[in-house]
């Protein structure tokens, strides 16, 4: 079984400021996808980016971008420039081939809560 | 914008109600999913439809019952809940191919007195 692991519970970043927050994973399959999600306390689960293990380069998305380190296992994801409406939990998934059907597995770390100070 | 979306926002229930949550996507995704999700913990597994058809049940209680009526549809009938059910309740969809990425609705927020 996949397995993610997020070992920050809790981090903070003053505005302006960029954060990174850890993710490692733990796949013996070779083709397998990462992604990040935001969820606000509003509930909603946000997608903000994906690195497929293929992929030659970080994936990047406005001021989201992932520190990819195949050889490490870890998909750390960097926020640029903070923003106060960047406060939320946020979670780390990889991807489950389900059998080559239409569908993938997700499968999330703990999540790490991020609070942005003015 | 999110492109899937949930009804109801909130609900409660009694343990001897009947309830069902809805959940429509507009994006022609093939696969569609319900996880729940408890209070500080990450979103869990429940259902994959995948085709209308059901294709994952991750060991879920009886009480709770999946049905997609069409490609863009999926509903989950409540019946007998216990307080322990109580929580987020989020819908997603995905275009089905390789590692695409799930879309979420905002969920439905669960009580069951």
């Known amino acids: 079984a996949q397995k993610i692991t997020q070992t920050q519970p809790g981090m903070f970043v003053q505005e302006k400021e960029a954060v990174t927050l850890d993710c490692t994973y733990d796949?013996?399959?070779?083709?397998?996808?990462l992604f990040w999600y935001k969820q606000p306390s509003s509930g909603e689960m946000i997608f903000l980016i994906y690195?497929?293990?293929?992929?030659?380069q970080n994936a990047t998305e406005g001021r989201y971008s992932l520190n990819f380190q195949k050889a490490r296992k870890s998909a750390n994801l960097v926020i640029s420039a903070s923003q106060l409406g960047d406060s939320a939990m946020y979670f780390c998934?990889?991807?489950?081939?389900?059998?080559?059907?239409?569908?993938?597995?997700?499968?999330f770390g703990q999540g790490t809560i991020l609070t942005v100070h003015p | 914008d999110t492109e899937v979306t949930q009804t109801p926002k909130h609900l409660v229930m009694g343990m001897t109600n009947k309830k069902s949550l809805k959940c429509e996507q507009h994006?022609?995704?093939?696969?569609m999913y319900w996880y729940k999700q408890k209070a500080k913990k990450p979103p869990e597994l429940m259902f994959v439809?995948?085709?209308?058809?059901?294709?994952i049940n991750e060991s879920v209680p009886s009480r709770f019952s999946p049905e997609c009526p069409n490609s863009s549809l999926l509903n989950l009938h409540l019946h007998a809940l216990q307080p322990e059910d109580s929580a987020l309740y989020l819908c997603?969809?995905?275009?089905?191919?390789?590692?695409?990425?799930?879309?979420f609705g905002p969920g439905t927020r669960l009580l069951v007195l």
């Open positions: 997603a969809s995905s275009q089905g191919h390789d590692a695409g990425a799930q879309y």
């Open positions: 796949t013996s399959d070779p083709s397998y996808g």
């Open positions: 690195q497929g293990s293929y992929d030659q």
């Open positions: 998934a990889d991807w489950e081939d389900a059998g080559g059907t239409s569908y993938g597995k997700l499968t």
């Open positions: 994006m022609g995704h093939r696969a």
């Open positions: 439809y995948s085709y209308e058809k059901l294709s």
